[in-house]
């Protein structure tokens, strides 16, 4: 199947480009990137103090002169947060914005999509499933517990709706959110990476 795909990929675009494309995939298996992947179907109560917080849901964009969104494009790269949130929404995907109370600014945010998920994942969802994805605190807020707040809530609402079963990832060297996800429903199930070679899709799986 690999000698197929390899001929096809030499005869659509050349020596030169199929050369490349062996560089490339060679330099990603040996320069493999393992994640952590993470499940939870537990529902349990949390604790959410909504006088100093609160969690602002968008389904859709929102207008660009919206007060969060404006916010968080002075943190983000501006074009290429709006692109990115773009995409997301056009595949149904949610945002969800910690905010402090007292400041009414945005403290973190992370995406949420329905029995799909925005990039090719280590295996299928299940219409009953959910993919977490991209979860991120504001630099000058971390190490305050925000991301577990955060993770918290919305397991609890995605829940709520209706979900059997949420999933997310984190790289192996991210200590801080594997630290994060001790503090939330979630069970580690495994540890894999991901890569294409000739527009193929695999996942080496390690445990």
Same mark, same amino acid.
């Given at each position: ?5 390899? @001929?096809?990929?030499? @005869? ?43 969690? @602002? ?29 773009? *995409? ?70 995605? @829940? ?39 527009? *193929? ?7």
């Amino acid at each position: 199947m690999l000698y197929h795909r390899f @001929k096809h990929f030499y @005869k659509n675009n050349g020596f030169y480009k199929t050369l490349l494309q062996c560089i490339n995939k060679a330099y990603c298996i040996f320069k493999i990137h393992k994640f952590l992947l993470y499940y939870t179907d537990e529902y349990k109560a949390i604790e959410f103090d909504s006088h100093k917080y609160s969690i @602002k849901r968008y389904d859709a964009m929102p207008d660009i002169k919206d007060r969060n969104i404006n916010e968080l494009c002075k943190y983000f790269d501006k074009h290429i947060f709006l692109a990115t949130a773009k *995409q997301n929404f056009n595949k149904k995907s949610v945002l969800w914005i910690l905010i402090d109370n007292s400041s009414n600014a945005p403290l973190g945010i992370i995406w949420s999509i329905r029995a799909n998920t925005v990039s090719t994942h280590f295996f299928p969802l299940c219409s009953h499933d959910c993919h977490m994805f991209s979860n991120e605190i504001l630099s000058h807020h971390r190490g305050k517990g925000y991301n577990t707040i955060l993770l918290n809530y919305v397991i609890h609402k995605l @829940k709520q709706e209706g979900i059997s079963r949420i999933h997310i990832e984190t790289a192996t060297d991210n200590y801080a959110e594997q630290n994060s996800l001790k503090k939330t429903p979630f069970i580690n199930y495994g540890v894999a990476s991901k890569y294409h070679f000739f527009r *193929q899709f695999y996942t080496i799986w390690y445990k």
